[in-house]
């Protein structure tokens, strides 16, 4: 099929986006059900399907696979049924790991859990004072960790992850229930110092966290609702290839026009639970 001349334009305008293979650390859901409800996704009356979360979650395994990750795993523990969810599980840079400790008794194990994980894989674990829900709060982009609050993590955590990192630690807040997570908000595209790149939904915000995004990404890909209202920024990108909600067609079109290439995937059982793809990956940056 033929193109025009001002669609050969668009595409030769577009950046060229390199792929960085991640290392990353997941959870495989044979005990994932919802039976208690803590944040607005989740209904306990609702049947869930073990099942079909399983399979799922392994064609989101298989596709980190196949752009050639190096996926870890971490057994799942009965009565843990988020513990699928390993993006909450802690924060990785280096050979350090800061622990999580869980705002909700029903997840707090899951903290030691992850914990001793790292510690049998060789990572410097740093037990948090504060609560803080890991990665589903902190976003590494450049050479500035991006944390939010509101909901989870409190801003104490942020603190405590600046003397971790010895790093620039930027506070976002976060309004609206449903965005209870920063992951569940705004999804890093390209970390890499220089080139950094994201993309974010302004209502989950506060103003105050608005004018930051704004001034510090100016390139900022800004998603519509309908897009975040099926966890489409719950994304997970090595920098070419996004992997992203298979719904969240429009959040498609723009990575697209921005270079990337998305990769929809199916996670609707999970959804069921208040994650998507970038709540099943913990990044081990080492």
Not at 72 to 85: A, T, W
Not at 208 to 220: K, Q, V
Not at 230 to 254: H, K, P, T
Request: with cysteine; charged share 25%; glycine share 10%.
């Amino acid at each position: 099929m033929s193109i025009t001349d001002e669609e050969a334009r668009a595409r030769s305008a577009r950046p060229v986006r390199t792929a960085r293979p991640r290392t990353v650390l997941m959870c495989r859901p044979e005990h994932f059900a919802v039976v208690y409800r803590i944040n607005p996704w989740m209904n306990p009356g609702l049947p869930t399907d073990t099942s079909l979360a399983v399979r799922q979650w392994e064609r989101l395994h298989g596709i980190y696979r196949d752009l050639g990750y190096d996926v870890h795993l971490i057994d799942p523990l009965e009565g843990l049924p988020d513990m699928v969810y390993a993006a909450n599980g802690g924060f990785v840079i280096g050979n350090v790991a800061y622990g999580a400790r869980f705002a909700y008794p029903e997840r707090r194990p899951e903290g030691p859990a992850y914990m001793d994980w790292f510690r049998a894989n060789g990572f410097e674990v740093v037990v948090p004072e504060a609560v803080n829900e890991g990665e589903g709060d902190f976003l590494l982009v450049g050479e500035t960790i991006l944390a939010g609050t509101g909901f989870r993590s409190s801003d104490a955590s942020h603190d405590e992850l600046a003397r971790v990192f010895g790093r620039e630690v930027l506070t976002l807040r976060l309004t609206d229930p449903s965005f209870y997570h920063l992951d569940t908000a705004l999804a890093v595209l390209d970390p890499t110092p220089g080139h950094e790149h994201i993309a974010y939904l302004p209502s989950a915000f506060d103003e105050r966290s608005r004018e930051l995004l704004r001034e510090r990404f100016p390139d900022a890909i800004v998603v519509t609702e309908p897009d975040g209202a099926v966890l489409g920024l719950n994304a997970f990108s090595d920098g070419r290839n996004v992997v992203i909600a298979s719904r969240a067609e429009g959040f498609a079109d723009q990575l697209r026009d921005h270079g990337y290439t998305p990769i929809g995937v199916d996670l609707s059982e999970l959804l069921l639970g208040g994650g998507g793809v970038k709540c099943c990956t913990l990044e081990l940056r080492r």
